[in-house]
């Protein structure tokens, strides 16, 4: 059975950080793009960033640029995302999928359940 299992949110105070974790098990990891999307209460999914499969094309969402960091380590078919800097705009659900080289980041074949990013003081 495919799976992305999240691991990393919780709560976090406004400057802090986390390191978000996505676990992928039962496909070939190694050859899709991943990304990381995220959604707001009451929002729809905001695309945050994406790593193709060789790691050497990454790409972030203008609103998290400079402060979040997406890797990827094919041999532990494992995604990551260092957030840096967070503000309370950063709360929502984080999730990460995987997409074929070329396809948009909606059409993505397998996603995660998700773990919930809180930024309060």
């Known amino acids: 059975e495919e799976q992305l299992v999240e691991s990393g949110g919780g709560l976090v105070q406004p400057g802090g950080s986390l390191r978000l974790s996505c676990a992928a098990s039962?496909?070939?990891?190694?050859?899709?793009?991943m990304t990381w999307v995220r959604q707001a209460p009451g929002k729809g999914r905001e695309w945050v960033s994406r790593?193709?499969?060789?790691?050497?094309?990454?790409y972030y969402a203008d609103s998290v640029k400079g402060r979040f960091t997406i890797s990827r380590d094919n041999a532990k078919d494992t995604l990551y995302m260092q957030m840096n800097s967070l503000k309370p705009e950063d709360t929502a659900m984080y999730y990460c999928?995987?997409?074929?080289?070329?396809?948009?980041?909606?059409?993505?074949?397998?996603w995660g359940q998700g773990t919930q990013v809180t930024v309060s003081s």
């Open positions: 999928a995987a997409v074929r080289h070329g396809d948009s980041w909606q059409n993505s074949k397998y």
């Open positions: 039962g496909f070939s990891f190694s050859i899709y793009d």
């Open positions: 790593i193709n499969s060789g790691a050497g094309s990454i």
